[in-house]
């Protein structure tokens, strides 16, 4: 008799999102003409670039001839993204990575969602809170926590909860743990980490020999000088962390699908009997078990993005995306509101009113001003008391969003 895994029954579900998707629903059954905005999605709406579009059509090209056509790639991505990646990615930070070290993908969600799958099965996990949901569901599918409690948390899953005091920066454990999310720029506080703390993670995990898995989908929009963008421009981080990185929100490849991760050599973690082994050869192992590669066109259309073209193309959409960031930002904060984020990141961070919890705020922003955003809840404990706007909508929708905010009594 084949049995389920019943980690999976663990998950209250994405109850919070769902439960989101019927309010805004129900809204627009009761109230045909409204008309609402959407300020929730965390997906872009700028198409791609004309650099990518004509090196896809190349590409599709190529794959109409039989002297051209391409059949499985490498798993790990074709050399010419993997040097394009280096070359534009780390070599300006000064960061050397080798190209064995890079593994295409086709998502950092797949990445950060999979990678848990190398660590023993007793791991404990450590994660951000905010944040992106995955990291936790993903352990609980593992069984590397407890039940779902009544506070809102996994019981055997350390929560490394930031406050606005600390700028939302992951407090640090109080009890040892073995894999350690950050995100950075965060989803969904739209904060980033302080490189002085980014050291100290990197300390702590060489003093545990924990591993930091490191998020950072989101660099492209960094904005600020100094602000770290690989967690390798921290010395020894190359001994610690996997970093995650994506073109999904730098270059619009939501639907298109292409990301990399980067797991450097000199990142190793012991066995059932202590001895050290390459973390490095074990997701070579496992992504040449479980994947087989992404498409040629779309790393055709990835390698475009670093050409002079697709770099100015690219950045000229994010401009567009950060520029609804600062009218969010700078609009909330005229009617008087406390705001996070939306500087190195396409996420607003809207502290709530005393009083209010996140998911009853949703409720009364879509009354009021009918616009939909999401409850912090959703992202964690942590997230209670807040609410994240994104920056990826239609310019004047945004402004028109904005509007009605600032002229409605929220609380
Ligand atoms: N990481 C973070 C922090 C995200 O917010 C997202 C998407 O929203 C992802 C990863 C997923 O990226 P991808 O589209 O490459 O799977």
Avoid at 68 to 83: A, K
Avoid at 346 to 351: H, L, Q, T
Wanted: glycine share 10%; net charge neutral.
């Amino acid at each position: 008799m084949a049995r389920i895994n019943s980690n999976y029954l663990k998950l209250p579900g994405s109850y919070l999102f769902a439960e989101m998707k019927r309010k805004t629903d129900a809204y627009k059954a009761a109230h045909p003409e409204a008309d609402i905005i959407r300020l929730g999605i965390g997906d872009v709406t700028r198409p791609l670039v004309p650099a990518v579009i004509d090196a896809m059509h190349r590409a599709v090209g190529e794959m109409g001839s039989a002297e051209t056509f391409r059949g499985y790639g490498p798993e790990q991505g074709y050399d010419f993204l993997i040097e394009a990646i280096i070359a534009n990615e780390y070599a300006p930070l000064g960061v050397e990575v080798a190209a064995d070290e890079v593994f295409v993908s086709d998502g950092s969600k797949c990445d950060v969602g999979n990678i848990q799958e190398i660590f023993s099965s007793d791991a404990r996990v450590a994660i951000g809170d905010p944040v992106y949901p995955v990291y936790l569901d993903s352990n609980v599918m593992a069984g590397r926590s407890g039940g779902f409690g009544p506070s809102g948390r996994f019981a055997g899953i350390t929560y490394l909860t930031g406050t606005e005091e600390s700028g939302f920066a992951p407090a640090f454990p109080r009890e040892p743990v073995d894999l350690i999310y950050l995100c950075s720029p965060n989803n969904p506080t739209g904060t980033v980490l302080p490189r002085e703390e980014l050291a100290r993670w990197v300390a702590y995990a060489k003093e545990h020999e924990a591993v930091i898995l490191y998020d950072s989908a989101y660099s492209a929009y960094i904005r600020e000088a100094g602000v770290v963008r690989s967690i390798y421009e921290i010395p020894g981080a190359r001994e610690v962390a996997i970093e995650f990185k994506s073109f999904s929100k730098t270059a619009g490849f939501t639907g298109v699908r292409c990301a990399f991760t980067v797991v450097p050599k000199e990142l190793k973690r012991r066995d059932d009997r202590g001895v050290p082994q390459s973390v490095n050869a074990l997701w070579l192992r496992r992504q040449c078990t479980k994947f087989n590669g992404v498409s040629y066109i779309v790393q055709r259309g990835a390698e475009a993005v670093y050409t002079p073209g697709g770099m100015r193309q690219t950045r000229e959409v994010i401009d567009y995306y950060m520029e609804n960031a600062a009218i969010i930002r700078d609009g909330l904060e005229a009617a008087g509101y406390r705001v996070f984020g939306g500087k190195n990141a396409p996420y607003i961070w809207w502290k709530l009113p005393a009083g209010l919890d996140s998911m009853s705020f949703a409720d009364k922003l879509l009354n009021t001003c009918q616009v939909v955003g999401t409850p912090g809840v959703g992202f964690g404990p942590g997230g209670e008391g807040y609410f994240r706007l994104t920056a990826f909508g239609d310019r004047n929708r945004t402004r028109e969003a904005v509007e009605r905010i600032r002229n409605a009594n929220l609380g």
